[in-house]
């Protein structure tokens, strides 16, 4: 009988990404409330140092696969090692997070269980012991609850949509898994990640984000943005408008056909705040809208906003900024 919680963590040139502690917190959290165990799949390549700290976060077991063919994700091969992971672990829930990681790996590992597949999900509850996942549908308009009747369920969590609980002191039994199939594996390979010019975080891990749309004017106006996002220490987005004019690459996009974001703090500058957009950044936690459209929707979401000419309110931000840090 499947039981626990098995966590996929996610890993890139040797580091764990920050979505992982979310993630192993999540699922600590779950086997908790079901009276269960929490273990986690940590693949990659150089990786072993990492398996001991996994305990802040409450892993009772971490199954390590480290193999330089695991050093960056390619479907095939991490599948291999959840399927061992998972054929020793035996959990009834798998719980990755829904980065491109793991919207890739997720319904492979659903579909070769057989399992329930609830993909995105903002927030788990327990409700009588069986799990309970909340997930935006239909661009963020409509919030279902989904249970999973399958005897195993897969999960994929959106980042920062669970705090992390570093307060555990776990030391978690660490198994090896035996990957000499991924030095067999002939015809697979996948190639260096490359990050995108610029970008310090990628946006969906991003804390702060300053993002521009067709109200920018063009890309010649972006150093305002830039200076804004310097000083607040924030990453650069885009509306998908910004983005089809050619101004900014499409890894900036925010929204539906973009990426779906979280940060603290969201500054949506010459945005008008389609649905389209908000399905992407609608969740943040503080909203500052800077529009001349006192009528433009996004000021409907906003926490803060600013009615006037972004060529002017801009300037005079970065100026009140650079107050603050002299
Ligand atoms: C299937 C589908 C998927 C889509 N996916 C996405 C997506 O992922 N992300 C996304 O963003 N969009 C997406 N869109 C497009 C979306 O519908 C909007 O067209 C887009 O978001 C508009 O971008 P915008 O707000 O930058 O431009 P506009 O809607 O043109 O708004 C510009 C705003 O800037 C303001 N403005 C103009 N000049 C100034 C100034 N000088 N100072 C201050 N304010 C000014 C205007 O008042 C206006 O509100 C999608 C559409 C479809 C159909």
Known sequence: MPKGV???AETRDGELRSVTAEAISAGRWLADGKGEECSVL?????????AGGLGVYGADTVYLADHEALGVYSGELWLEAAAEAIAAADPSIILIAATSTGKD?????????????AASCTGLSL???????????????????VRLSTAVGVISMRPKSFEVDD??????AIEQIDTAWATDAKGVSAGPVEAAEGARVDLTEADRIVSGGRGMGGPENWGLLEEIAGLLGAELGASRAAVDAGWRPHSEQVG???????????????????????????????????NKDSDAPIFQVADYGVIGNVM???PALAEELRKLEA
Do not use: F, N, W
């Open 6 to 8: 098995l966590v996929i």
């Open 42 to 50: 940590l693949a990659g390549s150089g990786i072993a140092d990492h």
């Open 105 to 117: 790996l997720a319904p492979r590992i659903a579909a070769r269980l057989g399992a329930g597949y």
């Open 127 to 145: 409700e009588e012991g069986t799990v309970e996942a909340t997930r935006p549908v239909y661009a963020g308009k409509i919030v279902e609850k």
């Open 167 to 172: 307060s555990r002191s776990t030391s978690p």
């Open 256 to 290: 539906q056909t973009g990426k779906v974001v979280t940060p603290g703090l969201y500054v949506a500058c010459g945005i008008s705040g389609a649905m389209q957009h908000l399905a992407g950044m609608g969740r943040s936690k503080v909203i500052v809208a800077i």
């Open 312 to 314: 002017e309110v801009l």
